[in-house]
Every structure is written in C-alpha cells, then in structure tokens.
C-alpha cells in the first residue's frame, strides 16, 4: 500500500549530477568542505565521466584536492588559485625587464618636447633604480604605490610622478608585456591619484595679455596666441601641434591630445576646438600650408623673455640690473594661459558642456575651477582684443551704449 511518500531511489554518489534548466546543461556539483566548484556540461555522458574523475581524485588525495579552507573563506577554489599563478607565470614569460621596458618607451617619444622627454627621463630614471631588473609584467601594483607613498615630496609632485609611470605602463600593456594597467581606471585605480591641496586659480587680465602678445617675438606669437585664446595645454599638445591641423577657413584646431588622456580621468583625447575671429585673424599672417607651428631650438627661453619683458617670472629670479632697478617680477602660475581662456569662454558663453567640450575636460573640473571668475564685461574685453600685422595691439576701446 501507498504511503504517499515518492519510491526510495537509488541515493546518488558525489560529486551530484543533475539537469540545469536555467543553462540547460548537465551540472556537476563537486564542491567539498574544503571548497570545490560546479561545472557544465552538454551531454550527461560528459558529466559523468567529469564525476567519475572527482571521485578517482578525492579517493586519492581527499577533499582537499577540491579545495583549501584558506581559500574558501575568500570564496576562492584551488582551480581559482591555479588560473591566477597560471596567468602571472604567462605574464612573466611575456613580459620584460622594467629598465628594458624604459628604454623602449623612451626610445618612441618622437615628437614630444625636450622638455617633457627630459622630465619623463627623470621621473623614470628614479622608478627604474628600485625596480629596474623587476619583470613590468609581474610587478605588485602595492610594491608601486608604497614605493610612491614612500617619498618625501608634496601632492602635487607625487601625482606627477604617478602619471609618468602609468604612462611606461599604459605603453607596457599595449605591447602585451603586461596584462593590465593598474594605474587606469580613475577612482577605481589600483595605484590612485592622491588629492591635491586647491590653489587658486589665476589668470590673465585682459590688458596683460595684450601687452605680451605685442611685445613678444615674432616666431613666439603663434605660440602665445594659441594657448591664450584656444586653451590648448602648452607641451602636451602645442608642441605637438602642426599646420595641417588649423584651418583658418573653417575656423577649427583638431588637437591630439593622446599623450596622457588613457591615464587622467579628467582629460580627454583628440579632440576639436572652435576658434574665435580675434585669434582667427590674429594667426592668419603666421599661417603656413605644413609643418610644427612651434619651430625647433630653445623656445623655453624665448617663452621666458617674453614673459620677463611684461613683469613676469619666477620670485627671486631677477638679474642684478632689475633688483638694480626696484623690479619685482609677479609670480607666473603654471596653466595661467589656459586658466585664462576657460574662465573668458565660459562667462561669454555660460556654457559649461560647451568649455568642458572645447577644453578636453570633464564638466566637474569646469564647474570647480572657471565658474563665476570672469565677469561678462571682463569677457567681452578679452575677446575683442587685436594685433595688427605691425606687431602692435589694437587698443580695447568698448563702445559705450548710446543713452
């Protein structure tokens, strides 16, 4: 007679095999006290043949061929821990020394200006001492980040020096030397930027920058033109920055700025800026069909000689002649040109998507450094500013509203 209870089926053996409706496959269920795991299978032949192992390698070597306590507390199974040592001895077959690995990255460096070659040789100089003969595929992403948190040096230098390294290695994984970047990634970084004391934000007045544009030499105008009226960031992309790229008809700069955007999450790559009629006009006479607009030699001291000429420089940098002279230079903030072009574009247009757009950077960034800095009569000023091909500025005389 019928109990109501289902017929006593044959109990079945670990591992357990059975049917998957949600993958619709066979499932093998071989998890232990020490770990394990489940696995799928399309036929069911194939399931107990995998069952028939695991029972052939716990009758050998017990559960813990299955598992390790250790690890399944992390929720991790020994097949993890093998896929992962496997993976790094893979890395480290492909991989190469991290001083071989600078002097590859170093030797592509091309077009980039002496000036940040010389400072990226520097930076990497220091990076390589203490990890040189280290595979750059197996290096410890902690090892870099105590080894950056070790120095004794400010935020800001910190930072710098973290973006010169997650460039080797950005280089690195494009060369499959190395699986991954762990400088990338932004906040989610495993070697992350740290927070920079905020500084001011400083720029130049519309009545300074006329002045330096006039009084600046003719193969430095270009120059000066385009880092005060297009915003582009000097050695990054100016120094990059060919002919071909400005059409003065269709009133663009194309800019590449590609050198660092895989690793600041606050910057974009290439991208294209409109150009106003004043720094149309203004550049119109230095034009040329082809070629660097910036022109090789020592621009940096030129750069610097205009800068000096309009009372600008470094503190305590004065010669004999200007302390001679009660001349006390004002102190020239690094990005004052670009500071200068956002807060003027913004509080002509009021428009932060349209500067974060034309700036290659993100609208928080925007929002935090340019808003609410230039009044719009200040902005209306700037942009009206002229340099006639006599090399002097057309003076800023704003018409004043008929009464």
Same mark, same amino acid.
């Given at each position: 007679?019928?109990?109501?209870? !289902? ?14 409706? *949600? ?46 306590? %250790? ?22 077959? !492909? ?6 690995? #600078? ?8 077009? !980039? ?26 290096? %410890? ?13 400010? &935020? ?56 330096? #544009?006039? #009084? ?5 105008? +270009?120059?000066?033109? #385009? ?57 119109? &006479?230095?034009?040329? &069909? ?21 009372? =600008?420089?470094? &503190? ?21 040109? *670009? ?42 000023? =700037? ?11 057309? +003076? ?8």
């Amino acid at each position: 007679m019928s109990t109501g209870r !289902r017929s006593k089926e044959k109990k079945q053996e670990w591992p357990y095999i059975t049917w998957s409706e *949600r993958e619709q496959q066979w499932k093998v269920d071989a998890r232990t006290k020490d770990g394990g795991s489940r696995r799928f299978f399309d036929t069911k032949a194939e399931a107990e043949t995998y069952a028939q192992q695991c029972r052939v390698q716990k009758e050998n070597n017990g559960t813990s061929a299955f598992g390790n306590a %250790e690890l399944a507390a992390f929720g991790k199974t020994v097949h993890d821990a093998i896929a992962f040592y496997l993976a790094h001895l893979r890395r480290q077959q !492909r991989s190469v020394p991290i001083k071989d690995a #600078i002097a590859a990255f170093l030797g592509r460096m091309g077009t !980039r200006s002496a000036r940040y070659t010389s400072d990226l040789r520097t930076r990497l100089g220091h990076f390589e001492t203490v990890f040189g003969d280290q595979q750059i595929g197996a290096v %410890e992403p902690a090892a870099i980040a105590d080894w950056l948190d070790g120095m004794k040096v400010s &935020p800001v230098t910190r930072n710098t020096i973290r973006r010169r390294v997650a460039s080797l290695f950005a280089f690195a994984k494009e060369k499959k030397w190395r699986q991954d970047n762990p400088f990338a990634g932004g906040r989610k970084a495993e070697i992350k930027r740290i927070d920079e004391p905020r500084k001011k934000v400083r720029i130049l007045t519309a009545e300074q920058v006329a002045a330096l #544009i006039n #009084i600046a030499k003719e193969e430095t105008v +270009p120059f000066w033109l #385009i880092a005060i009226f297009a915003g582009l960031r000097p050695e990054s992309e100016i120094f990059r920055l060919r002919w071909e790229h400005i059409d003065l008809e269709q009133k663009v700069i194309v800019v590449d700025g590609s050198e660092e955007s895989d690793i600041e999450e606050t910057k974009t790559g290439r991208r294209v800026v409109q150009m106003k009629d004043c720094l149309v006009a203004m550049l119109l &006479p230095f034009g040329r &069909p082809a070629g660097p607009v910036i022109p090789s030699g020592n621009v940096w001291k030129k750069l610097r000689v205009d800068k000096r000429r309009v009372g =600008f420089g470094t &503190p305590g940098s004065e010669t004999d002649e200007e302390k001679g002279a009660c001349v006390k230079l004002k102190s020239w903030v690094e990005d004052i040109t *670009r500071h200068t072009f956002g807060s003027h574009l913004l509080a002509a247009c009021g428009d932060i998507g349209v500067v974060s757009t034309q700036m290659g950077n993100s609208p928080e960034m925007v929002r935090k450094h340019y808003l609410a800095l230039v009044k719009p009569a200040e902005a209306t000023k =700037f942009w009206a500013i002229k340099r006639a091909t006599n090399g002097k500025v057309i +003076p800023l005389v704003l018409k004043k509203k008929a009464a």
